[in-house]
């Protein structure tokens, strides 16, 4: 029984390594994706995503911006930089994938999707703080709601 569990588990364990491997040597300046096959062809930047969104509450669109930090529990999340700073929360589509739980901080990433009008509500800003490995005092410190852009990405490019 012992072996056949071996067997059945052994080509899972050799594909996850090979996977994690070849992520590993993907060369500088070049994309990995994530979820849905895109191209960084025609994606808007950050300043002039926000020009086109300035009077509608939602949007399908491509954006290329800066990543400021990702989900360190699962990396089903991660916030990229807005024109003034501020992060624009960006989950994935039906949960369908994930991006790397570290080391994403001041990459390029390109996403396309949908973004919208949002208000977050004090006990999802301060899950989020905690998924961020923030402080017990950073995470009490949360005691308003947010209102901002938060997108919903079908695919995800982040650069090497």
């Known amino acids: 029984m012992k072996k056949l569990l071996f067997l059945m588990l052994a080509p899972l364990a050799v594909a996850t ?5 070849a992520k590993a040597q993907v060369p500088k300046g070049t994309y990995v994706s994530y979820g849905d ?3 960084p062809d025609g994606a808007m930047s950050i300043a002039e995503f926000e020009k086109a ?3 509608v509450d939602s949007m399908s669109v491509k954006v290329k911006g800066e990543i400021i930090e990702s989900c360190t ?3 089903c999340w991660m916030t990229v930089k807005m024109s003034d700073g ?3 929360m960006v989950r994935f ?6 991006v790397p739980k570290q080391g994403l901080e001041g990459k390029e990433v390109v996403m396309q999707g949908r973004a919208r ?6 006990n999802m800003l301060r899950h989020y703080a905690e998924d961020a490995g923030k402080s017990q005092e950073e995470i009490t410190a949360i005691t308003e709601p947010e ?3 938060k997108f919903e990405a079908d695919g995800v490019l982040i650069k090497e």
């Open 17 to 21: 390594y090979a996977q994690n491997d």
């Open 37 to 39: 096959a895109i191209s």
């Open 53 to 55: 969104a300035a009077n």
């Open 73 to 75: 529990k699962k990396g």
């Open 86 to 88: 501020s992060p624009m």
């Open 93 to 98: 589509r039906d949960y369908g994938f994930f």
């Open 117 to 122: 009008k949002e208000v977050t509500g004090v």
């Open 147 to 149: 209102i901002g852009w």
